[in-house]
């Protein structure tokens, strides 16, 4: 138990208080419960000179705490006892005035000093209060991110939950993914600056911007395309903001598809997520990757065995080459991807036509698959294709079990 505040004022004194703190209250237009026992600290400081014990500025700093809790701005909690002290000394009973001027000045000051302590009391407790709810939005924040983009939560639990971030888990929705070539630091900043360029371009509802994994991670709703053309290119608008925003920074933006519901967010989400890995390993200079434009290696993909398979039978006679492998790859991936002509080849190469014929008769002679088949060249297209996602000849095929 605390301490009992000296004896100061005359008995039955504390009608008046009330009076002020009401006035207060009122005049502010803030919750009179904040006023707590600091009207009294002040009139024992107004009749005695006591300053407040430690005690009396800690009910004072859990006011400040009570304050922010009921959504009370630290602004408002100061001028509510501003207005109260001012309204206070004016009040202060005849009986307690004093006609000597050094008795006044001593008076006033005692009450001033306590009226900075308080105050000092009432904002820190305010502060404290508000770095706690900050801490705890941010790990409920936290925790919905990774629940919606792992898409394994209770379905109803998270459109409830979604609704204080303003995500209507009922619509479409599309995720992107930014993420830095070299470093991860700074990705708080950039993230805040990206939110409000994303809300800026989208609203403010139905979209969230956030960190994962040293991405950032942005969940727009769907819109209808304005054109003929198709859906808004996604990653081509984060990537042209982030150079407005940040341009010394070097970053790669991948987008998934559109879907619907709460899991269209997390499978979206893992679209996303594998376009990056594919880039990274496929495309390494691309700076916006759709993940459309990678369905065929999510297909290849998904059975790791197969594709195994298709290096080892088809391409792996390549191995045996002086030099290794990769030259005739190189131009075989360069050569499809140019549509099949030998010019357009050569000129992405930088070397000559003729180069490139050799090389791919000499790609016919050792496996046994020429382009010129559409059998023959659907096979050597899925076995590079299939060899870049291995990451082959860089590294071993996985081993026959």
Known sequence: MPPARPPGRSPGDDGWLEAVGAAAASATRAPLDLIGDYLPILADAAVDGRRPE????????????????????????????LSAAWRLWRALPLDERSSDPEKVRRSAEAVLR??????????????????????????????????LLRGDADVAQMVQRAEPFGLDLGRSHRVALAALRDADD?????????????VDRFGDRDVLVATKDGRVV???????????????????LLREELLRLEP?????????????????????YEEAREALQFAERLDPDADVVDSRDLLVYRVLGRDQAAITDLVRDV????????????????????????????TEAARRLHVSVR???????????????????????????????????LDWPAQPLPSET
């Open 248 to 268: 010394a920074r070097g970053w790669r933006v991948a987008a998934g598809r559109t879907f619907p519901g709460a899991y269209g967010v997390a499978r979206s």
């Open 218 to 236: 942005v969940v727009v709703p769907h819109r209808p395309p304005a054109t003929p053309s198709g859906e808004p290119e996604l990653g081509a």
């Open 54 to 81: 430690a005690w009396e500025l800690e009910a004072v700093r859990e006011l400040g705490r009570r304050a922010a809790a009921q959504g009370v701005g630290a602004r408002r909690a100061v001028d509510l006892y």
């Open 114 to 147: 306590s009226l900075d302590d308080a105050v000092g009391a009432l904002v820190a407790g305010h502060q404290a209060e508000r770095r706690d709810q900050v801490r705890h939005e941010e790990a409920q924040r936290r925790e919905f991110v990774d629940d």
């Open 315 to 342: 391409l792996g006679p390549l191995d045996a080459v002086r030099g290794g492998p990769e030259p005739l790859l190189r131009t075989l991936y360069e050569y499809v991807g140019a549509g099949d002509v030998a």
């Open 355 to 389: 180069t490139v014929t050799y090389r791919l008769a000499r790609i016919r002679q050792l496996t046994g698959y020429g382009v010129g088949q559409p059998s023959e060249r659907f096979a050597l297209h899925a076995a590079v294709l299939g060899a870049r996602l």
């Open 186 to 198: 700074g990705l708080g900043r950039s993230a805040i600056l990206l939110e409000r360029a994303v």
